[in-house]
């Protein structure tokens, strides 16, 4: 089994930057590709970033494009997101998600999530 533990959420001005970490445990293997996704009050999960195993490649939400950098280290087993002009649209819980194979951007083909880390941006 594997766990997933996000955090570095918070409450945080519109124009300020966060970074949420996502640290892997457990039944650990090499290949797999992470995801962030973003669920705000009364609407569905969304994809928001997705990395693969090398980290040579990256895909983003158009919603953060420029704004939001996904990164991992391996080492660690810990993936990144930071978050950089943060507006107050991008409230929601973050969640980190992981699967085997290419990145995907349908939450239901993710194996394992984490609980998730809240992140609120006031105007």
């Known amino acids: 089994q594997v766990q997933l533990v996000e955090s570095g959420g918070g409450l945080v001005q519109a124009g300020d930057s966060l970074r949420l970490s996502c640290a892997a445990s457990?039944?650990?293997?090499?290949?797999?590709?992470m995801g962030w996704f973003r669920q705000a009050v009364g609407k569905e999960r969304e994809f928001v970033a997705g990395i693969t195993w090398s980290g040579g490649n990256t895909c983003y939400a158009d919603s953060v494009k420029g704004r939001f950098t996904i990164s991992r280290d391996n080492g660690k087993n810990t993936v990144y997101l930071q978050m950089n002009s943060l507006k107050p649209e991008d409230t929601a819980v973050y969640y980190c998600?992981?699967?085997?194979?290419?990145?995907?951007?349908?939450?239901?083909?993710?194996?394992?999530w984490g609980q998730g880390t809240q992140v609120t941006v006031s105007s």
């Open positions: 998600a992981l699967r085997i194979g290419i990145v995907l951007t349908t939450p239901v083909r993710y194996n394992y």
């Open positions: 457990g039944r650990t293997f090499s290949g797999y590709v």
